[in-house]
C-alpha cells in the first residue's frame, strides 16, 4: 500500500498510518483499511479482489478440424478453467470463443467443429466460484495450432 496527501507527498507507515486488512487470504474479495495518525486524521478503506494462480498451456494437437489443449494441473483454490481460441491473434469479439471446464481435475480439451487448415490462437486461465461469482486469473501465454484438412 502506498498513501500519499494531497500534495503528492508519500506518508510513512507507522509515522503517518498504520495498515490493517481483513478477509485477505482466500481468493475473493478483501478489504484494507488505512487510518492516519500523527498530523494527519481519520481512515479511508478500499476493497481489491484476490484472484487464483494461473496455468500455462503444455500442449496443442491439431486433427482434422479439431485440435486438443493440455494445460498443467492448478487443483489448488480453483474451481475450473476456461479455454479461449481465435482465428486472430488479438482475440476480437467476432472471431473468438470460449469453452468452459468445470472441474479443476480435467487439464485437457478438445474443440471440434472448426475449419481445416485453419491458424488458432489459445490460451488458458483458471476461475474460482465464491458465493456465485466467478474470480479468473490472468490468461496464459498464447500458443498456435494449425487444423488438419
Not at 14 to 19: E, I, Q, R
Given at each position: ?106 487439464v485437457s480439451k478438445t474443440v471440434s467443429k472448426l475449419k481445416g487448415k485453419k491458424k488458432y490462437y489459445v490460451r488458458v ?25
Amino acid at each position: 500500500v502506498t498513501v500519499k496527501d494531497r500534495k503528492g507527498n508519500t506518508l510513512k507507515k507507522g509515522t503517518d498510518y498504520t495498515v490493517s486488512y481483513s478477509k485477505n487470504k482466500a481468493i475473493g474479495t478483501a478489504k484494507v483499511t488505512v487510518k492516519f495518525k500523527g498530523r494527519y486524521e481519520g481512515s479511508c478503506s478500499k476493497t481489491f479482489k484476490i484472484n487464483p494462480k494461473g496455468t500455462s498451456l503444455s500442449k496443442l494437437t491439431a486433427k482434422k478440424k479439431v485440435f486438443t489443449a493440455k494445460w498443467k494441473k492448478q487443483a489448488k483454490n480453483t474451481t475450473g478453467y476456461q479455454i479461449q481460441y481465435s482465428t486472430s491473434k488479438k482475440f476480437t469479439k467476432k472471431t473468438t470463443k470460449t469453452a468452459t471446464v468445470k472441474k479443476n481435475s480435467t487439464v485437457s480439451k478438445t474443440v471440434s467443429k472448426l475449419k481445416g487448415k485453419k491458424k488458432y490462437y489459445v490460451r488458458v486461465r483458471t476461475y474460482k466460484t465464491v458465493k456465485g461469482t466467478k474470480y479468473y486469473s490472468n490468461w496464459s501465454k498464447v500458443k498456435t495450432v494449425t487444423t488438419r484438412k
